[in-house]
């Protein structure tokens, strides 16, 4: 199933309405959906690179306000909608875990590295942000940073060297991105243990 529901997001980006569908992959991948936005987003870019920034912001804006979406699931609708979408993923154990350990400083940090490298998955960040309550303003201000840093480098690198860095943002911007968000965990801990 996961197969051709990544095969079908990536048709998508063939489409005159391509713009469109990036804005909704983008949309729901913060709060209900499995497969994330780059699979779309990078063959576009690829496409049309005097569009990679257009489509940066498109996707920036979108998975911002999936997030805020997402928040308000677990703030408004945890046990009716957000449980079962975390269940049928599979994730409800890797939120029920987060949720009973977190920290609203901790979240923060959760939210960019989920943003920023989808560690965790950015869904079970936005819905959990909700049902702990975070601050929204807080919440909104992280995903921006996140989210739009993610998908501006990936459209400067697209930009600036076309398709032959195609496959090494497929395959490794995905383990430096993930490298960066465990470095932020790892300055968090230290500044935890000598503020501490």
């Known amino acids: 199933?996961?197969?051709?529901?990544?095969?079908?997001?990536?048709?998508?980006?063939?489409?005159?309405?391509?713009?469109?569908?990036?804005a909704l992959i983008a949309f729901v991948e913060?709060?209900?959906?499995?497969?994330?936005a780059d699979v779309l987003f990078l063959p576009m870019a690829l496409a049309r690179?005097?569009?990679a920034y257009r489509y940066a912001f498109i996707a920036t804006a979108a998975s911002v306000a999936g997030g805020i979406a997402g928040w308000m699931?677990?703030?408004?609708?945890?046990?009716?909608?957000?449980?079962?979408?975390?269940?049928f993923y599979g994730k409800l154990d890797t939120f029920e875990r987060l949720k009973s350990h977190v920290t609203e400083e901790q979240l923060g940090l959760l939210l960019v590295t989920s943003g920023l490298a989808h560690l965790p998955p950015i869904k079970v960040v936005t819905i959990l942000a909700?049902?702990?309550?975070?601050?929204?303003?807080?919440?909104i201000l992280?995903?921006?940073?996140?989210?739009?840093?993610?998908?501006?480098?990936l459209a400067f690198l697209l930009r600036r060297y076309g398709e032959p860095i195609?496959?090494?943002?497929?395959?490794r911007l995905g383990l430096i991105l993930a490298a960066v968000a465990i470095g932020l965990v790892a300055l968090y801990v230290a500044y935890r243990l000598v503020a501490g």
Request: no cysteine; glycine share 4%.
């Open 1 to 22: 199933m996961l197969r051709s529901l990544y095969a079908w997001t990536l048709s998508l980006a063939a489409r005159k309405a391509a713009a469109a569908w990036l």
């Open 30 to 36: 913060s709060s209900v959906f499995l497969v994330p």
């Open 49 to 51: 690179p005097e569009k």
């Open 73 to 87: 699931l677990g703030y408004y609708a945890y046990e009716s909608f957000a449980k079962p979408v975390l269940e």
């Open 130 to 139: 909700g049902v702990v309550r975070v601050n929204l303003w807080h919440f």
């Open 142 to 153: 992280s995903a921006i940073v996140a989210r739009g840093l993610r998908f501006y480098l």
């Open 166 to 171: 195609q496959a090494f943002v497929e395959k």
